[in-house]
């Protein structure tokens, strides 16, 4: 997909991400792509939605075309995002990033939906039972939440002398509940005092690292949620310029600055959206497709961020990176 390729709708009401030119593609089927974050700062999984559809046979402009709506963060703007396409007759819609998923649900029972969630579909209310979904919706997970756990143990490991953990969560993103249970239930576990911060907004990250340093929190987990994945360069850079040792669970976080990354593969889990999208647009039934689960972890250590917070990475941390950035 080129920039060029891309145009704005609606005016300023809501950001769509680039369409392609249509008046040939009348005959082709439609998909709906509708996340809750900027194009922009989504490529890399547009791309492997793309290359999961491509083993399927279906390639954008030649077989298949795409409405591509965004909420560019705005969650509010998503029910409208979803009932646009709705009315445009998508043949799938692909509700990718965990905000996406129930308003595109509430828009349609007749469209087929495929989601992307980091959280369980079945909390959330999108499917009944992994295996058997029903309905119109299946799709793909990382269960990002519930890393929550393994994310504080790898900090604790390589920061073992912190004694106040700082836990960075939005106060408005629809994981909030089970999230911060999760962390709050591992901090118990291992000890450790954790201080709750909120942000939901980009100009809410100097409140808290003003506040992370008021109570001298020697280190800080990010909680996942999808607005976070979109600042996940910026986050990583601002641990780095306020010296907090930090953890979030992508590749970009840790390359912007960050100390730490891991979670599961979002790509991965894209992918599987990609190739559910195909099988749908083939004549398959998405209450026949079970809820699939990506099963790789990936960890990342910056390195540079180590030495210059004066850490030195255990060889048990280095032998499990998928990659060290130095």
Do not use: C
């Not at 891991?262 to 889990?269: E, F, L, M």
């Not at 999208?277 to 990936?298: C, Y």
């Amino acid at each position: 997909m080129r920039r060029r390729e891309f145009i704005t709708l609606l005016g300023g009401a809501a950001a769509i991400w680039p369409l392609a030119a249509r008046a040939q593609q009348q005959a082709m089927p439609v998909i709906g792509f509708l996340n809750g974050a900027s194009y922009a700062l989504s490529a890399h999984l547009v791309r492997a939605f793309h290359q999961g559809l491509g083993e399927t046979g279906y390639v954008e402009g030649r077989n298949v075309a795409f409405e591509y709506r965004s909420a560019e963060g705005q969650y509010g703007r998503l029910p409208d995002l979803a009932a646009d396409l709705v009315g445009r007759h998508v043949n799938v819609i692909a509700a990718t990033g965990t905000p996406a998923g129930l308003p595109a649900k509430a828009a349609t029972s007749a469209i087929p939906i495929v989601f992307v969630t980091g959280s369980d579909p079945v909390q959330q209310g999108l499917v009944p039972t992994l295996h058997r979904p029903g309905g119109n919706l299946t799709g793909a997970t990382t269960l990002a939440v519930e890393m929550g756990q393994k994310r504080l143990e790898l900090l604790h490991e390589l920061v073992p002398k912190a004694t106040l953990v700082g836990a960075l969560v939005n106060p408005i993103g629809p994981n909030i509940e089970p999230l911060t249970q999760d962390l709050k239930t591992a901090a118990s576990k291992m000890g450790l005092p954790i201080h709750m911060v909120h942000a939901s907004a980009e100009g809410d990250f100097d409140a808290v690292f003003a506040q992370l340093s008021r109570v001298k929190a020697q280190a800080l987990v990010i909680g996942t949620d999808t607005f976070f994945n979109s600042q996940s360069a910026k986050l990583g850079a601002l641990t780095l310029r306020h010296a907090v040792s930090s953890i979030y669970q992508y590749r970009e976080f840790a390359a912007a600055g960050g100390l730490m990354s891991y979670g599961g593969s979002i790509t991965d889990a894209y992918r599987v959206a990609g190739i559910y999208a195909g099988r749908i647009l083939k004549g398959e039934k998405p209450a026949d497709l079970p809820v699939q689960q990506s099963t790789k972890a990936e960890l990342f250590i910056n390195l540079r961020t180590a030495n210059a917070l004066g850490l030195n990475v255990p060889p048990s941390l280095f032998a499990r990176a998928d990659e060290v950035i130095e």
